[in-house]
């Protein structure tokens, strides 16, 4: 049933979300990282990997205003926001990441919800979402600006080392 957590139920931040007309409940944990950090500015070019349902996308585009734009990519179908761009597709696919940088060669902050579908495994879900991670730092790596940031969802794990070295 959409809208609702893990096991079917509904938690408090997704009837929050449903609520204040946010796709997710991670909006919250990005308006909090935003709090604190500052991440977004106005005018700024997003990348958004692992977008749908298209929470951190609302959230962004709320911080870059109509001067900003923001694309997103994501294996599912995405809902259309007013100043975004999406795409549907594999990022690990090489068509997938000339098409991104074709449309943003340089960007100003790369955000990366993505995660592999969980197995029950923790061991191998964190690897596999490690795997994504790395994938997503990779491309950051070739469009971010000089002073771009680059924020990615990971699960502590096996990998975590190796992509907290990178």
Same mark, same amino acid.
């Given at each position: 049933?959409?809208?609702?957590?893990?096991?079917?139920?509904?938690?408090?931040?997704? #009837?929050?979300?449903?609520?204040?007309?946010?796709?997710? #409940?991670?909006?919250?944990?990005?308006?909090?990282?935003?709090?604190?950090?500052?991440?977004?500015?106005?005018?700024?070019?997003?990348?958004?990997?692992?977008?749908?349902?298209?929470?951190?996308?609302?959230?962004?585009?709320?911080?870059? &205003?109509?001067?900003?734009?923001?694309?997103?990519?994501?294996? $599912?179908?995405?809902?259309?926001?007013?100043?975004?761009?999406?795409? $549907?597709?594999?990022?690990?696919?090489?068509?997938?990441?000339?098409?991104?940088?074709?449309?943003?060669?340089?960007?100003?902050?790369?955000?990366?919800?993505?995660?592999?579908?969980?197995?029950?495994?923790?061991?191998?879900?964190?690897?596999?979402? &490690?795997?994504?991670?790395?994938?997503?730092?990779?491309?950051?790596?070739?469009?971010?600006?000089?002073?771009?940031?680059?924020?990615?969802?990971?699960?502590?794990?096996?990998?975590?080392?190796?992509?907290?070295?990178?």
């Amino acid at each position: 049933m959409p809208g609702q957590g893990r096991k079917g139920r509904s938690d408090a931040f997704q #009837r929050k979300a449903r609520r204040e007309g946010y796709r997710a #409940r991670s909006t919250y944990k990005l308006k909090d990282i935003q709090s604190k950090s500052k991440i977004f500015k106005s005018g700024d070019i997003v990348l958004d990997l692992g977008a749908a349902p298209g929470g951190w996308s609302q959230v962004a585009l709320e911080f870059i &205003g109509e001067e900003g734009r923001l694309i997103g990519v994501d294996l $599912q179908h995405i809902l259309p926001l007013k100043g975004a761009t999406f795409i $549907q597709g594999d990022l690990r696919e090489s068509e997938i990441r000339e098409q991104l940088q074709e449309m943003i060669p340089k960007a100003d902050v790369v955000i990366s919800d993505m995660a592999e579908n969980t197995s029950g495994n923790k061991s191998l879900d964190s690897y596999r979402t &490690g795997q994504l991670c790395l994938e997503a730092m990779n491309l950051a790596e070739k469009v971010l600006s000089k002073e771009g940031v680059f924020l990615s969802k990971i699960f502590m794990g096996s990998i975590y080392n190796e992509i907290n070295k990178k």
